[in-house]
C-alpha cells in the first residue's frame, strides 16, 4: 500500500509563484516515474509534467518555462515549482507516482488527493 500527499496550493496573483510537494509513504519497494496531472472545470485532465527515477523531465507545452519539477528521492518526494502563473493554470492539482509495493511487487499508479491552484488578481 503506497499513499501519496500533497501540499502547497493556494491562492495566488498572476504572475506569483507556488511550489507544490507530494510525499509518498507506505510499503513502497521502488518508485519510478512521478508527476502531476491538472484538470480545470470543464477541460480533462492533463499531464503538467513528469520525471523518472533517473531524472529525465517532460513538461506541458504550455508550463515550459515557467514550471520546474524536481524529485528527492530520499524523501520520496517529487516538487511543482510554478514561477510566472497565469489565470490559465487555475486546477486541481494531482500527484502520480508509478510505484511497486513490497507485498505484491506489482507496479501500479498511485494518486494523490489533488491541491487546489487558484490564480486570480
Known amino acids: 500500500q503506497v499513499q501519496l500527499v500533497e501540499s502547497g496550493g493556494g491562492l495566488v496573483q498572476p504572475g506569483g509563484s507556488l511550489r507544490l510537494s507530494c510525499a509518498a509513504s507506505?510499503?513502497?519497494?521502488?518508485?519510478?516515474?512521478m508527476g502531476w496531472y491538472r484538470q480545470a472545470p470543464g477541460k480533462q485532465r492533463e499531464l503538467v509534467a513528469a520525471?523518472?527515477?533517473?531524472?529525465?523531465?517532460n513538461y506541458a507545452d504550455s508550463v515550459k518555462g515557467r514550471f520546474t519539477i524536481s524529485r528527492d528521492n530520499a524523501k520520496n518526494t517529487v516538487y511543482l515549482q510554478m514561477n510566472s502563473l497565469k489565470p490559465e493554470d487555475t486546477a486541481v492539482y494531482y500527484c502520480?507516482?508509478?510505484?511497486?509495493?513490497?507485498?505484491?511487487?506489482?507496479?501500479?499508479?498511485?494518486w494523490g488527493q489533488g491541491t487546489q491552484v487558484t490564480v486570480s488578481s
Open positions: 507506505g510499503s513502497i519497494f521502488s518508485i519510478n516515474a
Open positions: 520525471i523518472t527515477s533517473s531524472g529525465s523531465t
Open positions: 502520480y507516482a508509478n510505484a511497486a509495493d513490497i507485498a505484491t511487487m506489482g507496479e501500479y499508479v498511485y
